[in-house]
């Protein structure tokens, strides 16, 4: 299952905010009406902007925000497309002033009244106004399924990793999560399929922007019955941003150990009796949010 995270939708949104301040992408919205519309666009979508991040971090264990998240990105696609349709118009509209640009002056006095009272530009809105109405009801239907989801704002002006990053744990609630089995399946087939015989590390990086359930995945798979099965040691790390080497040696000793380790110091001390404890066994270890 693909996440919509994955699809960036603050980076489009943000694209989509671009098209709706160029002057000249708008030049054909003349009708006042469709330029109100156009403005309300923006609004709402930055109301919806603002409960993005919540939203990608609430989608892996609740159903309703995974389907909200869908059908926005649905809508967004629409928004761009009847925006890239006014900015067809006015790169037609540039091009042909170019070409009249070297005729004589009294066509260009005549031109230029085309332009001002430019009858096409009347069709070509009125024929838009329908389809901007529509998205502007869709849009609003988004902004009260917000609010009926209970999406919360970002916290603005303060970085949202030192708010939102809570150190992990291997633990997890399966009976929360759903749409995860072809990932976690997929993970662990190349967990299982590996042959440590060669005494080779393998590394398998779950890489990804924020909110799209890397460490759930995770979860689901170290706590898995094969995995249980096939490692002789586990172990799982919250690495964080706090990166420290000698607190994370001793985190990965604990874990696979019931010898004291807290007396130790120096970190060539601690990384020689990891090695000694993983030599020559079949183990996995988790590096979370590293």
């Not at 006042?32 to 919540?54: F, G, P, S, T």
């Not at 349709?85 to 002056?105: C, D, H, I, V, Y």
């Not at 949202?160 to 399946?185: F, H, Q």
């Amino acid at each position: 299952m693909s996440f919509v995270g994955e699809a960036c939708l603050s980076t489009f949104f943000k694209a989509l905010f671009a098209k709706l301040g160029s002057s000249e992408s708008l030049h054909f919205a003349t009708k006042k009406q469709v330029c109100k519309e156009l403005r309300k666009w923006e609004k709402i979508l930055k109301n919806i902007q603002a409960v993005l991040d919540d939203a990608e971090e609430k989608q892996m264990k609740d159903r309703h925000v995974k389907i909200w998240l869908v059908e926005l990105q649905d809508l967004a696609y629409d928004v761009d497309d009847i925006l890239d349709e006014f900015a067809t118009e006015a790169l037609g509209t540039k091009l042909m002033q170019e070409r009249q640009a070297n005729r004589s002056k009294v066509w260009k006095i005549i031109h230029t009244l085309i332009t001002i009272f430019n009858p096409y530009a009347f069709l070509f809105n009125y024929k838009m106004m329908s389809k901007i109405k529509a998205i502007t009801v869709r849009l609003q239907d988004f902004v009260t399924q917000k609010s009926d989801l209970h999406l919360r704002k970002n916290d603005v002006g303060r970085p949202k990793r030192m708010i939102e990053r809570p150190l992990t744990t291997s633990l997890v609630n399966e009976a929360l999560v759903y749409g995860r089995e072809e990932d976690k399946k997929a993970i662990i087939d190349l967990l299982l399929m590996n042959d440590s015989s060669d005494g080779k590390v393998t590394m398998i990086p779950i890489v990804g922007i924020g909110g799209i359930g890397k460490t759930t995945l995770v979860q689901l798979v170290h706590n898995d019955n094969s995995i249980k099965d096939h490692f002789n040691i586990k172990a799982w790390v919250c690495v964080s941003e706090d990166f420290d080497v000698i607190k994370i040696t001793k985190t990965i000793l604990q874990s696979i150990t019931t010898e004291p380790c807290n007396e130790l110091n120096h970190l060539n001390l601690l990384q020689v009796k990891l090695k000694e404890e993983l030599c020559e066994k079949n183990f996995l270890l988790v590096l979370d949010d590293i």
